[in-house]
């Protein structure tokens, strides 16, 4: 395995999420806007000089990888917003269905799972297979989410990086499976229900 390309990775990851990594209030919708679009803009920047700026077409043969996301982000959101009432506002949308799934995937998935792409080894988890590298950038995602959420509390942190995790095995499995804008697709609808929920309290405190 090629421990070189892997540095690599965790090296333009940490780069492009600098912006997230400093900021001051987390809970601030508005903040992680700007922070988000901060990180997006590196990515974007990060993803050509790579030299991976190839992300292949959209795949309609399938819509079972949307709709587990689609199950999946519900199911992960519903016990999150049992537990953390989850917060919107007019930046949230944007945030949450844009900017992050577009970064995510490219630094994670294109840029990470490029990287090492020998790293095909296939393990089970719960039901089914992912390879090494989808587990290890999944963990690398949620340890990331894991520092920029601590400010919050350790149990807020640990909750968004379970998240994370979640939601990092699912796109990075896709993503190998079926390429960079089905992950993309993926990881907007399953962040549709954090937009969702926070948009449902949003209206209950203001009716309130």
């Known amino acids: 395995m090629n421990w070189i390309n892997f540095l690599e990775a965790v090296i333009i990851i940490i780069a492009v999420y600098l912006p997230l990594l400093l900021g001051k209030s987390k809970k601030n919708e508005e903040n992680i806007f700007w922070a988000s679009m901060a990180s997006l ?16 077409s959209f795949n309609f043969s399938s819509a079972l990888p949307i ?15 049992l537990n953390f009432k989850l917060q919107s506002t007019k930046y949230s949308p944007i945030t949450w269905l844009i900017f992050i799934p577009v970064t995510e995937n490219l630094v994670f998935r294109h840029i990470g799972l490029f990287y090492t792409s020998e790293w095909v080894f296939k393990i089970q988890i719960l039901a089914w297979y992912v390879t090494v ?3 290890l950038f999944a963990i690398i995602a949620a340890l990331i ?11 807020d942190a640990l909750v968004e990086a379970a998240m994370f995790f979640v939601i990092g095995l699912i796109a990075g499995y896709i993503y190998v499976n079926y390429g960079l804008l089905m992950a993309i697709v993926s990881e907007l609808v399953f962040n549709l229900w954090r937009v969702i929920f926070g948009m449902l309290h949003a209206k209950i405190k203001e009716s309130a």
């Open 145 to 155: 989410y894991f520092f920029i959420y601590l400010k919050n509390g350790l149990t």
């Open 133 to 135: 590298n989808v587990l």
């Open 41 to 56: 803009t590196l990515a974007i920047v990060a993803t050509f000089v790579t030299g991976n700026a190839d992300i292949g």
């Open 67 to 81: 709709i587990v996301a689609l199950i999946a982000g519900f199911i992960s959101y519903g016990i999150h917003d």
